[in-house]
T-cell receptor
Framework: AQSVTQPDIHITVSEGASLELRCNYS??????LFWYVQSPGQGLQLLLK??????LVQGIKGFEAEFKRSQSSFNLRKPSVHWSDAAEYFC????????????FGKGTSLLVTP | DAEITQSPRHKITETGRQVTLACHQT?????MFWYRQDLGHGLRLIHY???????NKGEVSDGYSVSRSNTEDLPLTLESAASSQTSVYFC??????????????FGPGTRLTVL
């Protein structure tokens, strides 16, 4: 069955520093991969998605992610973090056993310090 | 603007009561989903629907039911609420059967407390 792991529960970075959030997936075929962000008290917003083609995907808010098949990873990056990026980040994989639903990782909570 | 709404945003109920959470989308999307979010578990799929009269069970469907009588709405019913169902519930929708290439749009969530 498809699964996704986010190894880091919490991450703290300084404002202006670079960010990388890790995501590893387990999937037998070409994966459909997503990153969502959840601000406190809000629903989830899609940052970016990967289905095929160029392995470096650009998203909204200056985020990007790179698909590495050899490492089964889809890490999210941002070159310079802003205080407003503090939120919960979820990696997700397409869930073929449940139609078009998504299988989410447990999330990484990002804290941004001044 | 098209949107997806959930009501109520907050609900407190007692064990054993029936509770219905509403989800309404104005995009005319065929696909709709219900997830629950719990600390340490991320989001887990409860039920999903590909269109009117279609419903399917997800990973954690026990104790929940859904019905789809029109395109816009997918209400989630807890038949007999249990404390283990205290959670935040998210509804989502995506377009018409094109698979994962369509973005899922999420509602703002309903925080349910079962006492």
């Amino acid at each position: 069955a498809q699964s996704v792991t986010q190894p880091d529960i919490h991450i703290t970075v300084s404002e202006g520093a670079s960010l990388e959030l890790r995501c590893n997936y387990s999937y037998g075929a070409t994966p459909y991969l997503f990153w969502y962000v959840q601000s406190p008290g809000q629903g989830l917003q899609l940052l970016l998605k990967y289905f095929s083609g160029d392995t470096l995907v650009q998203g909204i808010k200056g985020f990007e992610a790179e698909f590495k098949r050899s490492q089964s990873s889809f890490n999210l990056r941002k070159p310079s973090v802003h205080w407003s990026d503090a939120a919960e980040y979820f990696c997700a994989v397409g869930h073929s056993n449940s139609g078009y639903a998504l299988n989410f990782g447990k999330g990484t909570s990002l804290l941004v310090t001044p | 603007d098209a949107e997806i709404t959930q009501s109520p945003r907050h609900k407190i109920t007692e064990t054993g009561r029936q509770v219905t959470l509403a989800c309404h989308q104005t995009w005319n999307h065929n696909n709709m989903f219900w997830y629950r979010q719990d600390l340490g578990h991320g989001l887990r799929l409860i039920h999903y629907s590909y269109g009117v009269q279609d419903t399917n069970k997800g990973e954690v469907s026990d104790g929940y039911s859904v019905s789809r009588s029109n395109t816009e709405d997918l209400p989630l019913t807890l038949e007999s609420a249990a404390s283990s169902q205290t959670s935040v519930y998210f509804c989502a929708s995506s377009e018409n059967g094109a698979g994962f290439t369509d973005t899922q749009y999420f509602g703002p969530g309903t925080r349910l407390t079962v006492l």
